[in-house]
């Protein structure tokens, strides 16, 4: 029916003119600002100064990216970046599947205590200064431990792997204890291998959201540049970028190291270098990114 | 009561592994989210660095009265509650309009790469987005000042995150180009629960693909956009504090200053602790409410369909 009378009224090929058109404009609008700062971190520093760089570099040239690329901050920050993205994601995802488990599991006696202490920090936080001196006072600032421990446990993550292993069955681990299994052997070898979709899932976001953070770096670790991360360097360079519109010796420095780059170009460049690890990934796992997300949200 | 007292405990013994399983983090969560509340005492004192919590004075409300005394805390709150309203408003017109859109597609990869592009800038950072706006909307060679001159619709280009009065109109926007694809996610999978008979019957009643949307697809989604909106009042305190930082410049603070932006400037940036906790409390009690409120709400209109 629907493919012999596809377009039976002028309705319908209207509605489809406006939904092509928008999905079109969509998409565009979408990847256009991506791509026009690949071309600027592409072109000539002091060509681009000119304008009109749209789609294409005017005047192709890597002198951009090897200029951040001679910079052995800029491999530095990848490695905290990285090292953050990989601690981070398997100790949180870990404890929040140990969390998630023992939560499920409808005699144990803390059950309900342990989900509203956890469920209820989704909802408020002591708020900046409090938190601050908070890690001051446990000798994080100043330490990478502040990019892990802090949000190791997350409400969010718990409550998707929980519901996860709600839709389990249950007969798996009821004959298991009967066979005498421990609940770390029930959790490490039965329940975690058929948790892999969740955890796979969650761990990409928790990786996400540490390869992108920024404020704590800022926060607690401004004055200590061996733990800088890409993102804080580029925010850095966002910064003073801002406060170079009105401050000209920021560009005239720039040229002093022997090769051409104005503010514009690095900015162009460090925002590709600290986009490219999502942009590469991200084909091959978006599928795995929003399946936690319509089992967290959806279950009622 | 000794027999219960003694199934207690060995409950509690009987189920030593979970407990281990448990307690760590439990403690973890007391002390990295729990803890920092006390910390909101300092907002009762003049805290002072060098002289440590204990020996800090003692100042009563004196922080809640400067604060509500002061001008730019209400401008900071206007702008919060502005900015969250048109965000929340622009956010589900938005995603609510590309979900129902997208349903209507019946290319599957069309569909599919159309979805695939929409989530990609919800996975970049706020830093790497700013960035970008940045360089779309830059005066001297943003797209977007270069096509309002070329079709005569400006004489000069305006250099947009400088000027004020265009910032509350930024912000959400900037939220619909990062946030749209992905907010739309959670309304397809509630049209995928719509019973595909329903369709047919209408159309063999002669509806047409309008009327379809408007009788069909529209009830169909309701019950989410309900529960999404409750929660979202929820939220209403926090416009969004890595963007607006980012995005603010010193000549817009009048209309981008937000509580959390205000917060920090004042808290870290002026050393005026005792201060900016007063109104980081200010702002989580609020909010406190607004999301307690809400969830009644919630649990009122719809059967189980709390959030907590």
């Known amino acids: ?300 | 009561m000794q027999s219960s007292k003694k199934g207690i405990f060995s409950t509690i013994y009987n189920q030593r592994q979970l407990i281990v399983l448990t307690f760590p983090f439990l403690i973890m969560v007391l002390i990295f989210n729990y803890f920092p509340l006390w910390g909101w005492l300092l907002a009762f004192k003049d805290y002072k660095p060098y002289l440590g919590f204990q020996n800090s004075e003692w100042v009563g409300f004196k922080n809640f009265a400067d604060l509500f005394s002061d001008v730019y805390f209400f401008q900071a709150l206007r702008n919060t509650l502005v900015i969250s309203c048109l965000k929340l408003i622009f956010n589900f017109l938005s995603s609510i309009t590309f979900a129902i859109l997208l349903n209507e597609i019946k290319n599957m990869l069309f569909k599919r790469t159309v979805q695939t592009i929409s989530y990609l800038p919800h996975f970049v950072s706020w830093v790497v987005a700013a960035n970008i706006v940045y360089t779309v909307l830059s005066p001297d060679y943003g797209i977007i000042n270069d096509l309002l001159v070329k079709f005569h619709i400006i004489k000069e280009p305006i250099n947009f995150l400088g000027e004020p009065q265009y910032f509350w109109f930024i912000a959400p926007a900037t939220e619909v180009w990062k946030e749209m694809g992905w907010n739309a996610i959670i309304y397809l999978a509630a049209m995928t629960n719509i019973d595909p008979q329903l369709y047919e019957a209408a159309s063999i009643d002669g509806a047409g693909r309008l009327k379809r949307i408007w009788y069909i697809t529209l009830p169909g989604i309701l019950p989410t956009v309900k529960i999404l909106l409750i929660m979202n009042v929820g939220w209403i305190l926090n416009a969004g504090f890595e963007q607006m930082y980012l995005l603010q410049r010193p000549s817009t603070l009048d209309y981008s200053d937000i509580l959390e932006t205000y917060i920090l400037r004042y808290g870290i940036g002026s050393g005026r602790w005792s201060y900016a906790t007063a109104a980081g409390i200010f702002n989580s009690v609020v909010s406190l409410i607004l999301v307690t409120t809400a969830n009644k709400v919630a649990s009122k209109i719809g059967e189980g369909e709390r959030v907590f």
């Open chain 1, 1 to 300: 029916m629907q493919t012999s009378a596809k377009y039976r009224t002028t309705e319908d090929l209207v509605i489809d003119i406006v939904v092509y058109t928008v999905m079109i404009i969509v998409m565009i609008a979408t990847l256009y600002p991506f791509w026009n700062i690949l071309a600027i971190s592409l072109n000539d520093a002091l060509d681009t100064i000119r304008g009109g760089i749209y789609l294409w570099p005017r005047k192709f040239t890597l002198n951009n990216y090897r200029v951040i690329l001679s910079n052995p901050d800029i491999y530095h920050a990848t490695l905290i970046s990285v090292l953050r993205a990989v601690i981070g994601s398997i100790t949180n995802v870990l404890s929040c599947l140990m969390v998630a488990y023992a939560i499920s599991r409808k005699d144990y006696i803390f059950r309900k205590f342990i989900s509203r202490v956890i469920v209820f920090t989704m909802y408020f936080s002591g708020g900046l200064i409090p938190t601050y001196l908070l890690m001051k006072n446990l000798h994080l600032v100043g330490t990478f431990w502040v990019y892990i421990l802090p949000g190791m446990v997350s409400a969010f993550n718990i409550i998707v792997i929980r519901s996860y292993i709600d839709g389990l069955p249950q007969s798996l681990i009821e004959s298991a204890k009967i066979d005498g299994a421990s609940e770390y052997r029930i959790l490490f070898q039965i329940i975690m291998p058929l948790c892999l979709p969740v955890l796979a899932t969650v761990t990409l976001w928790v990786a996400v959201g540490q390869w992108n953070a920024w404020f704590d770096t800022f926060l607690y670790n401004s004055g200590k540049p061996e733990l800088s991360t890409l993102q804080f360097e580029l925010q850095k360079i966002l910064q003073s970028v801002q406060s170079a519109s009105t401050n000209p010796d920021f560009s005239a420095s720039l040229t002093s190291s022997g090769r051409t780059v104005t503010p514009t170009a690095i900015r162009a460049t460090m925002t590709i270098v600290a986009t490219l690890p999502i942009l590469f990934v991200y084909p091959f796992l978006q599928r795995y990114f929003i399946h936690g997300l319509t089992i967290g949200s959806i279950k009622e």
